[in-house]
C-alpha cells in the first residue's frame, strides 16, 4: 500500500531542482512553481523582480514506502550550497533562495534535525529557511520538466550518484 506525502524545496533554479528529484525512485509526481510570497498568482515574471517574496520551488509527490523525506531532505543538501543567501551559483535573488518548506509536524522535526545534522558539511552556516508551506503557485507550463524538454540546456545543480546519496542519509 502507498503513502503518499509532499513536500516542497527551493535550492536556486527549480528546473535542475526538479530534475534531480524527478530521478528517485519513489517520487511520483514534480511540478515547478512559486512558495510562500506575498503575490496572488504570480508569473515568472512577476517572481523574477524580486517584489513577490517568493522562492521557486519543486513540489515533491512521493512514496514514503519507497523514498522517506529524510532521504528526500538529505539529497536536498547535497544538490546546492545552503550557506549562499538568496543565490545559487550565477543566479541572484530572493526567488533563488534555499528553502524546505513542509507539510506535517513530522516533516517539521525530520526538517530541523536534518539541518542541525548537515551542517557539519558546511564550514559556513545554513541560511536555509525552514517553513510550514503557504499556497504554492504552479509556474507556466514551459518550465514544467523544463530540463527533461530540453537536455542540452545544462543545469547548475550537479549530484552524480543520487542513490548513493540516498542510501547514505542519517537516521533522524
Not at 531542482?17 to 517520487?27: K, L, Q, R, T
Not at 509527490?61 to 547535497?78: A, G, P, R, Y
Not at 530572493?94 to 536534518?114: C, F, H, P
Request: glycine share 6%; with cysteine; hydrophobic share 40%.
Amino acid at each position: 500500500m502507498m503513502l503518499q506525502e509532499k513536500a516542497y524545496f527551493a535550492a536556486g533554479c527549480f528546473w535542475g531542482v526538479e530534475a534531480i528529484f524527478a530521478s528517485v525512485s519513489g517520487v511520483l509526481e514534480t511540478s515547478v512553481g512559486y512558495m510562500n510570497g506575498e503575490t496572488h498568482a504570480p508569473t515568472y515574471q512577476d517572481v523574477c523582480t524580486g517584489r513577490t517574496q517568493h522562492a521557486e520551488a519543486v513540489e515533491v509527490i512521493f512514496d514514503s514506502k519507497i523514498v522517506t523525506f529524510n532521504q528526500l531532505l538529505w539529497l536536498f543538501w547535497h544538490l546546492h550550497d545552503p550557506t549562499q543567501l538568496n543565490r545559487q551559483g550565477v543566479d541572484v535573488g530572493t526567488q533563488y533562495r534555499s528553502g524546505v518548506y513542509t507539510t506535517t509536524t513530522e516533516q517539521v522535526d525530520i526538517a530541523l534535525k536534518g539541518k542541525a545534522y548537515a551542517q557539519a558539511l558546511f564550514s559556513k552556516p545554513i541560511v536555509t529557511e525552514l517553513l510550514p508551506a503557504e499556497t504554492f503557485w504552479k509556474a507556466e507550463a514551459y518550465h514544467q520538466q523544463y530540463l527533461a524538454k530540453n537536455p542540452y540546456r545544462g543545469s547548475c545543480h550537479v549530484v552524480h550518484d543520487v542513490d548513493t546519496v540516498l542510501k547514505s542519509a542519517p537516521l533522524l
